[in-house]
């Protein structure tokens, strides 16, 4: 099938939340940038250094978090901007060779030892600082998300040698992991600096907001970067790819169901959301009720933020 050019359907009407920037923006924005470039993993090509810079990853955590005080946005950013160097590396890379690299990254960040590699010294150092703020329960959630993800990424490199195309049932479960997006919420518990108990995690409602958030994220997040990943040879694990390949369509037919899916999950969210709020009148505990409220006012920053970031970086 000859492809139309792909055009990416209009977001901006899913933008159901505020856009809201966090004011240390312009200070973090300088110094996150001058972290990740310390780590010298650039010194070789500059080119990869600018296009780094151009995506703008502070923006996001600025726009993801507007409330965050000045070391938990520092902290984000960093981990942004670190995560973007761990992606660049891994997708060139065998299925074995991404998983020594992820396996870096996580003993990093739990402060177990590792290989010395940059990629492990830069985890490091971010992992001591999280540690710091983390509640001993977040950081419980925050490191089995960031296991998880290491895993199903070195398992993306494999699909990708394979030029392997996973139907949309098996691309949803894959996905989850490989966005990193429920790392991203489980740093809404560092930037709010509390430790939500067990009986809210645990609760089938809450796992499947979480779910929820991170399909509208990733899938966000693939529509805009589809253009740069074919042309790069890539998107096998992106929704566009995903479902023109299922359903035999042209991928501008298929950028447009994956619009609409993001409108049910949109709306899935809302609903949910009600149902947590309603049922969260019935707890005695006034912070644990205030710790979710916060927790959902974060979740609604990503809806808005992916959007707003995808729409003004450089890099897509």
């Not at 933008?15 to 240390?24: D, E």
């Not at 929820?212 to 990733?218: N, P, Q, Y």
């Not at 609604?300 to 959007?307: A, H, V």
């Amino acid at each position: 099938m000859v492809q139309a050019e792909f055009v990416s359907p209009n977001l901006d009407t899913l933008r159901a939340f505020p856009l809201l920037c966090n004011p240390l923006y312009d200070i973090v924005r300088a110094e996150s940038s001058k972290w990740i470039e310390s780590f010298g993993h650039y010194l070789e090509n500059p080119q990869k250094r600018d296009f780094l810079r151009s995506a703008n990853f502070e923006l996001l955590g600025s726009y993801t978090y507007p409330t965050a005080d000045y070391e938990a946005l520092r902290a984000i950013c960093d981990w942004f901007n670190a995560i973007f160097v761990l992606d660049e590396i891994t997708d060139d890379q065998s299925g074995d060779d991404a998983a020594k690299t992820m396996q870096a990254h996580v003993d990093g960040l739990a402060g177990n030892p590792g290989d010395g590699s940059t990629v492990y010294k830069i985890f490091e150092d971010l992992g001591k600082r999280l540690r710091v703020r983390f509640g001993p329960k977040a950081f419980h959630r925050f490191l089995a998300s960031s296991e998880g993800y290491a895993k199903e990424v070195a398992r993306e490199a494999q699909l990708r040698g394979e030029d392997k195309v996973l139907p949309f049932h098996d691309y949803v479960p894959f996905r989850r992991q490989i966005s990193g997006v429920q790392i991203c919420l489980d740093l809404i518990e560092y930037a709010f600096n509390f430790d939500l108990p067990d009986e809210i995690t645990d609760q089938t409602r809450f796992k499947e907001i979480n779910n929820i958030t991170t399909d509208f994220v990733a899938w966000t997040n693939d529509i805009y970067s589809y253009p740069m990943e074919h042309r790069k040879g890539g998107g096998n694990a992106n929704i566009v790819t995903v479902l023109s390949n299922e359903k035999q369509i042209e991928t501008i037919a298929a950028g447009e169901t994956a619009r609409s899916l993001l409108e049910a999950r949109l709306s899935d969210f809302l609903r949910i959301k009600a149902e947590l709020l309603r049922q969260s009148y019935n707890m005695e505990d006034r912070m644990v009720r205030e710790q979710l409220r916060q927790y959902i006012f974060g979740m609604e920053c990503w809806y808005s933020g992916i959007i707003g970031w995808s729409s003004q970086s450089e890099r897509y």
